[in-house]
């Protein structure tokens, strides 16, 4: 069964850093494109980080205008998990935060138009983890 495993979230104050794990179970994660979502209350879902699959694909990454800068997808194939290291958090970034996991590798040119879009195809079918809480508050 396949299992994708949040964990490192936590309460920061605003301008501290967080990295998340996305740890994969019966699945090897250089073979799957990786995205990482969050969820504020009250609001919808939103993309945030992707990471290309690195066999079988370029391993490019591509962030939401929101955390373009401050956030950084990445793989590490021997550990089988993916990561998302936070910097300069602000109160805004206060969500549960869930990777996806989905074999199909999408070319950059597929998120330059319409981000949030992109990531919504890109793991509409693909697997999920059960999400890490991140509060940033002071």
């Known amino acids: 069964q396949v299992q994708l495993v949040e964990s490192g979230g936590g309460l920061v104050q605003p301008g501290g850093s967080l990295t998340l794990s996305c740890a994969a179970e019966n699945l090897r994660l250089s073979y799957w494109s990786i995205g990482w979502f969050r969820q504020a209350p009250g609001k919808e879902r939103e993309g945030v980080a992707y990471i290309n699959r690195s066999d079988g694909g370029t391993g490019a990454t591509m962030y939401s205008d929101s955390v373009k800068g401050r956030f950084t997808i990445s793989r590490d194939v021997a550990k089988n998990t993916v990561y998302l290291q936070m910097n300069s958090l602000e109160v805004d970034d206060t969500a549960v935060y869930t990777c996806?996991?989905?074999?199909?590798?999408?070319?950059?040119?597929?998120?330059?138009?319409?981000?949030?879009?992109?990531?919504?195809?890109?793991?509409?079918?693909?697997?999920w983890g059960q999400g890490t809480q991140v509060t940033v508050s002071s």
């Open positions: 996806a996991a989905d074999m199909a590798a999408f070319r950059r040119s597929s998120f330059s138009e319409d981000f949030q879009a992109a990531m919504t195809r890109a793991f509409v079918a693909g697997h």
